[in-house]
């Protein structure tokens, strides 16, 4: 089945250290891949999203471009603040059956905690 | 403003006691979803519907039940046949399940037992 594996946490960076969040995934299809975000005690916000191969998501400073060859979607970005502590999923959406049905379900890593220190 | 609304925030359950989370939606969308999520863990798919008065069963049915008599309304019930209920829901829509649409989360509502 569908999988999806991403660096353990917790992640410490002080503000305006560049950021690196490793994401594999495993699918049997050709899934869509996405990141999400977390903010304490809220639901998930979609950070980026990328629909195929080569393909780059970007929002707020945030990039993750989707490798086909190497089953990744690393989350990068170049200078972070402190308002960028979180917890970050990487996810996959790829179609899925069983008895009771199909759909496009979306598949979660375990997440990354990330605290930015001023 | 549109989103997805979930209530109560924080529930707190007896044990032999079901419980119900209710999520509305003014997105207008077709497909929605409930998720669990404990602490360090990902989220698990709990059950969907597609459409109105249609449901699917996700990872980790058992225990839960749903009904999806509106558009916009997906309510999840808590029986007290889930063993270990105590987590973090999360109710979730999206326009239709097709590749690379988006999913849309509401606040969560955190379930304790006690």
Known sequence: GDSVTQMEGPVTLSEEAFLTINCT????????????????????????????????????GFEAT??????????????????DSAVYFCALSDFWANSGGSNYKLTFGKGTLLTVNP | DGGITQSPKYLFRKEGQNVTLSCEQNLNHDAMYWYRQDPGQGLRLIYYSQIVNDFQKGDIAEGYSVSREKKESFPLTVTSAQKNPTAFYLCAS?????????????????LTVV
């Open chain 1, 66 to 83: 989707y490798r086909k060859e190497t089953t990744s979607f690393h989350l990068e970005k170049g200078s972070v603040q402190v308002s």
């Open chain 2, 94 to 110: 999206s326009t239709w399940a097709a590749h690379g649409n988006t999913i849309y989360f509401g606040e969560g509502s955190w």
């Open chain 1, 25 to 60: 995934y495993t699918a049997t299809g050709y899934p869509s891949l996405f990141w999400y975000v977390q903010y304490p005690g809220e639901g998930l916000q979609l950070l980026l999203k990328a629909t195929k191969a080569d393909d780059k998501g970007s929002n707020k």
